[in-house]
């Protein structure tokens, strides 16, 4: 196959971009080569439903099924790989960049003979944004919907290759589908590796078709090499981020929020939500994204945030007309979203998953449940499966979103005024508390943790740490990486407000949520911005300051009063009888429990309860950032101020490491 003929065909001219193509092509050995711009999705969804890898839904969808052995992103066989040792942390499960690119090319070798490799050029990030230069990236991939999945998460067109000078001026995300039934998947001999070498700007994924595991603009890219290029070239943060916006019609102020979340945490419900009915008419919410969101400091000092994503794929499971009527929206008729792994009706061809209504669908004819089997022929042992699989998705562009801001692609980004943090717990944290103190709101993020949500790991009610919601997609050590949080928050002369929030509380006695959730989350979103504006004062604890009741926002909620009392105090005690058998502290530590090899900790909040006086966590942090010398690797901007690194060597036991890195790197301290 004469590969230069396609590329001169499609007008693909920038010599870089060829020269990475015919290299791949020649490894690959693919049948075919086509060149894919966002316009050619309707003729690849005529093609895919012709092929019968997509079929059509009642609401002008498309349903596909990945292979039952590939279901879900695989953090183990995951790896980011660089050439320095020294970029080893706890989470990135780093290797040498040499060993894991010889390991992938020979798998990669041959494995695309007899299919079609599409060549998908992406950007991800509005056109014009200054960080559209760690933004461009060109996908390798051998399987259809992973292209029209792309179309619908990044922006896809040749245009975004055009003016590209230096060779690594776009990233390199090559995507091999493998023979995904023969890889050993979950064994001892399991082939499937997907790897980001981060300082060559290069994403080899070998063995999956499905999501972050294929879709490489998302994950691999807008997260693992997007956050290294943030820290090597000390210019920004890429964050597993929601971000909203909130207008107030009376005053015509408006603010932005964002914040991570484990999953399971409700990250995607809140970055879609809704005012509650009763405060519709004052307060106007409008949607950024839902799960990645780059930050960086403006030329005014302030810091600023965009999405970098052009979709949502978004997970299926409990999406309902109370849960979530805005990502209903999304999805619905007209939208042209991709639905993977639902229930499928080939009757009706309706979808379902669970949550989706109360009940299944009365009727099982012509249901087929995720992997294709139809439910009514379900053995008996069977019968009660989940038709649709957990992590089932769909995936919708961000123009489908109703509330989806007008500025939402502004190159500028738009300024950030609040960082918030929060997981599922039920008795740890209550409904918010604000951090107005930077280097505690960067702590309380580096220290965050869910109640672990599989019953399997015998974990139930433990907190899964889960550093900024970023676990798993950690590209740099640790360490470096509270160094960089503080080092760019530090250079923001109008500061965000940090809070942790916490939507999950329950009563001890009988387990029932204390607080309502879904749309009234907003009143505490609406009380922590009236802080930050002065408006109330709050409660003062030793770990942030608590709303008072007064100052919530409660018109049209219905509450008990003794509920929120609980939902706004803090028990102490507790967290101190619980800091004493948990142990828990910055990951690497060696008091850090390990159970089947996942480090896990307390929360902040039980650990300042426990030892106000010393700050554990804070030094630990301080200890990686001084012991690690970092090697001039060129183009990084590792500088760190010499009396810093002597301060954090020196430090006595109390002395707390982000407190004086924080105060070294300029930060003022307080919003
Ligand atoms: C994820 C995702 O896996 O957003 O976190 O897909
Ligand atoms: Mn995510």
Redesign the pocket.
């Known amino acids: 196959m004469d590969v230069d003929a396609v590329l001169d065909e499609a007008g693909v001219r920038n010599a870089h971009v060829r020269e990475y193509v015919r290299h791949w092509a020649h490894v690959t050995r693919p049948d075919r080569i086509e060149v894919v711009s966002a316009a050619d999705d309707a003729r690849l969804i005529r093609e895919s439903l012709a092929a019968g890898e997509i079929l059509p839904t009642s609401d002008g969808g498309y349903y596909a099924r990945s292979h039952r052995k590939d279901t879900a992103r695989s953090e183990e066989r995951t790896v980011v790989a660089t050439s320095d040792p020294a970029d080893k942390g706890v989470y990135n499960n780093w290797r040498p960049a040499a060993e894991m690119t010889a390991t992938v090319t020979g798998l990669m070798r041959g494995a695309s003979v007899g299919k079609t490799m599409y060549v998908v050029p992406y950007l991800m990030a509005p056109p014009g944004s200054p960080l559209a230069r760690y933004a461009v990236g060109v996908e390798l991939t051998d399987h259809r919907t992973v292209a029209l999945h792309m179309i619908r998460m990044a922006r896809v067109g040749i245009e975004h290759i055009d003016g590209l000078g230096e060779p690594a001026g776009f990233v390199r995300a090559v995507h091999v589908t493998g023979d995904l039934e023969n890889l050993g998947q979950g064994t001892a001999h399991d082939r499937r590796h997907f790897v980001t070498v981060a300082d060559e700007r290069t994403i080899l994924h070998y063995g999956s078709s499905y999501g ?1 595991n294929a879709l490489l603009g998302k ?1 691999a890219h807008g997260l693992r090499q997007a956050s290294y290029d943030g820290w090597a070239s000390g210019a920004f943060l890429a964050e ?1 981020f929601m971000l909203l916006g909130i207008t107030d019609r009376q005053t015509g102020r408006k603010h932005h929020i964002c914040g991570g979340f484990p ?1 399971a945490s409700g ?1 995607t419900n809140l970055a879609m939500t809704l005012a509650p009915d009763a405060l519709g008419d004052r307060y106007h919410v409008e949607f950024y994204g839902d ?2 969101t780059w930050l960086w400091v403006g030329d005014d000092g302030r810091l600023y945030g965009m999405n970098p994503e052009f979709g949502v794929f978004g997970v299926a499971k409990d999406t309902n007309a109370a849960t979530n009527p805005t990502a209903l929206a999304a999805i619905g008729p007209g939208t042209e979203t991709l639905f993977t792994n639902v229930a499928y009706n080939t009757k009706t061809s309706e979808v379902w998953w669970e949550g989706k209504t109360e009940q299944p669908p009365a009727d099982l004819d012509g249901w087929l449940d995720w992997t294709g089997e139809p439910v009514a022929e379900r053995s008996p042992e069977r019968r009660g499966d989940p038709w649709a699989h957990p992590n089932s998705r769909f995936t919708t562009t961000l123009s489908n979103v109703p509330n989806l801001a007008a500025d939402y692609a502004a190159p500028s980004g738009v300024p950030i005024d609040a960082i918030i943090f929060g997981g599922r717990t039920r008795d740890r944290e209550p409904l918010i508390r604000a951090i107005t103190d930077v280097a505690e709101g960067v702590y309380d993020g580096l220290t965050l943790g869910a109640e672990a949500t599989f019953a399997a790991e015998g974990v139930d009610g433990m907190l899964r740490y889960d550093p900024m919601s970023m676990r798993p997609f950690m590209s740099y050590p640790e360490g470096r990486y509270a160094e960089h949080w503080l080092r760019i928050i530090g250079q923001v002369t109008e500061k965000p407000i940090f809070a942790h929030v916490n939507w999950f509380q329950r009563d001890p006695e009988d387990g029932r949520f204390l607080w309502p959730g879904y749309r009234d989350n907003l009143r505490a979103l609406l009380w922590l911005m009236r802080l930050r504006d002065g408006e109330v004062r709050g409660v003062p604890s030793p770990v942030g300051v608590l709303p008072a009741k007064s100052e919530l926002l409660l018109d049209g909620l219905r509450i008990d009063e003794a509920d929120l009392d609980r939902l706004l105090t803090i028990d102490l005690s507790a967290g101190v009888r619980r800091s004493i058998s948990a142990r828990g502290t910055w990951p690497g530590s060696k008091v850090c429990p390990r159970r089947s090899g996942r480090p896990t900790t307390a929360s902040p909040l039980t650990w300042k309860a426990a030892r106000p006086d010393r700050k554990v966590g804070h030094r630990r942090v301080a200890a990686e950032v001084a012991a690690r010398r970092p090697p001039g690797t060129e183009g990084r901007d590792r500088r760190q101020p010499s009396n810093l690194r002597e301060r954090a060597r020196r430090a006595p036991v109390a002395a707390s490491a982000v407190r004086s890195a924080s105060s070294s790197a300029g930060i003022l301290g307080r919003w």
């Open positions: 972050g994950i597993q999953s990250k799960d990645i």
